[in-house]
Structure formats: structure tokens, C-alpha cells
């Protein structure tokens, strides 16, 4: 449940609306039986949720085989309502509309652009104007906008974002003043967590890697976030991999960041292979032409990266770790490396992968983060809703 003032009949509404979800199919007296709630209450509760436009009733199922009606089957109305997810790059925008249950009713991507303090008000405002402007009937309008934000944030305000600088501005209040539906603020590795436990996995707990210029996790468990007491739980690139290593803007020596993200892969690419531009692109081309030079550079931070995962296994304890990233999507031999380093007891048997998402994860996980509020569920798991 996500609110602490939940009174018992909000939680059973919230659990019946879940089992119609999950189930997608469900008459009143299977979700009676797996509810526990006599058939009174069960009526009462989809009632209220069919009024409230959440479900509506679908054709009939099988009369049970002691004969009788056939009874009318509940199911999610994922048309209900629309949700707006922002990922806030340094140098790029990625923004997406979507029906309640995900699917997509448009998208915005900008490219080559610098987000500071001054524009990042007009660029969201250009957005949900261009959105609104084709916006779906539906009977709640938008309920919800998410923003991912690379840095620091802590219970929608931002702590920390040294990739852009925001930090003279209160973000929340400021969106908040302007729109009528709910903000909501999080870091861009945590929602990614969220987008894929809702999106793409079954499992109950999960930790997303996010391997960009700096490296980040998300840790869910249940459909809840791991944040930590301020926000930094995650926070893996300042993990220290070697005490008296590199100096790191944290104030340590060592941390994982100054060894494994893509910035420093890149800069050790571009001095060997004396090259003045080197992305995933370029990486790939390397190691597909079977560079030697490349493809042992690539073994060694497999085995560094390898470290780290190992790190945040025994912390976590996680079912599933998924990378999320433009170079391990390229070069997916990275991630069959990372496995093969993982081999002690206890991370042997845990599953590396990359995002089974195609586009944007932190784009997913802000439609969840918004739907779990609206629906007042946290256990929410959306996928292959058809
Ligand atoms: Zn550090």
C-alpha cells in the first residue's frame, strides 16, 4: 500500500483492483474466493471501482460445472487515464505519454541540447503542451508526471545533480504551482529499477545497474524503492574498489566510478586506439572487428565491472540484476563475461542481464512510479497486458 493513512476499506479496494489486474479476467466469485472478502463486499468494492471508471465488466466465463450462469467477468480498464514520464538528460530529453496500464500514446526525444536551470521549466512546459495537444479521452485526463533526474533526489527535491546545475531552483515547486495532476521527482537508476520490476521481470526484487558516464542502482523489492535514510542508497559508482586508488569528486579515493563508467572506457579506448570520438557505436565496430587491443580492454572491465555486481549481490541479495546500458546493449559479450566472474555461492546462480526494455527504462519506471500512486498499489506489475 503506499499510503500510511490507508483505512482497511481503501486496502481492500486497492487488493481487488491488484487481483483484477493480475488476473485480467475475474468474476466477482473467483476474486471473493482469493480475496477472503464475502460476495457483499466484493460487490460493493467493484461497484465502487466501476464507477470510479478503473474496471468495467467483459462478456462471460465458463458456468462452473455444477451448472448455473454463466457469471460476467471484471476486467482493468487501462484506458482510464494518462500519465507523463520525463527523462531529464544533461543533453537530452526523452518524454512519453502513456495509458495508465503503459502503452503509448506518444513520445517526444530531444537531442543536443543543455538543460539548466533557465530552460528545463520551458522544456517540460513545451512537452505537456505538445502532449495536451493530441491528448486521448479518457475519464480521468492525466493523472500523474514523473521527471528522472540524474543526481541525487531525496522525497521529490533535489540533493544533488552534478551534471546539470539545478540546484537554485525548487523543481517540484515549481511544477507543482503550474499543474493541476501530481509531480513526482525521483533519481533516473531508481525508476529505471522500478520500470523493469514492473515492466519486464516477474520477480519480486531486482537491481537495475545504470552504466552511463556514471554509474547508479536502483534496488526494488515488491514494488517498493530502496532510497536509504536520504536518498543515497544506490549510489554503487562511489563503492570503493581500491583504497589508495584514483582521487574521486566524492572526497574518496578508489570508488567504482572512476574505474567502470563509460567515460573512463571510453577515454582508455580513445589513447590506445589514438581516436578523438569514442561511444558504444564505435566500441561495438572495435569489438565485432576483432580488435585485439579492444576485446582485452573489454575482458578487463568485464572482470572490474564484475567486482562490483559481486558488491551489490551480497549487499542486496537481489533474484535478478539488470544492466542498463548503451555499451553493454552493444556489446551484450560484456554481460556473458560479468557471469562468468560471478561465480562464488552465493551470486553463481543469480541472473546478469541487459534491459529487456527497448527504449528509455527511466521512461517506464516513471509511468509505474505514477500508476502505483493513482492506483494505490505498489505491487504493481504490468506486463503483457494485452
Ligand atoms: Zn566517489
Known sequence: MISSKYT??????ANILNYIIKNKKISRASLSEISALNKASVSS???K???????????TGEASTLGGRKPILLTFNKKSALLIAIDLGFNYVDAILTYVDGSEVGRVQRKNLL????????IIDEIVVQFEANLPKTPHGIVGMTIGIQGQVFKNKLIFTPYYDLSNIDLYDILNSKYSFPIYIENEANLSALGEYTFSSDFESLISISLHRGIGAGIVKRGRLEVGNNGNAGEIGHMILFPEGRQ??????????????????????KEIKNLDIVNSEIMKDLYDSNDEEVRLLVQKYASLLAVGVNNVIMMYAPQLVIFNSALTKKIPDMITLINEHLTN????????????IEWNPVLYGGVAYAAQHFLNIEELKLIELE
Open 115 to 122: 538543460v539548466t536551470s533557465e530552460n528545463i521549466q520551458t
Open 45 to 47: 468494492i467493484t461497484k
Open 49 to 59: 471501482l466501476i464507477d470510479e471508471h478503473l474496471i468495467h465488466e467483459v462478456g
Open 248 to 269: 574521486c569528486p566524492c572526497g574518496n579515493r578508489g570508488c567504482f566510478d572512476q574505474y567502470c563508467s563509460t567515460k573512463k572506457i571510453y577515454d582508455e579506448t
Open 8 to 13: 482497511i476499506r481503501e486496502q481492500n479496494e
Open 345 to 356: 555461492r552465493f551470486s553463481k546462480n543469480i541472473k546478469i542481464i541487459n534491459s529487456p
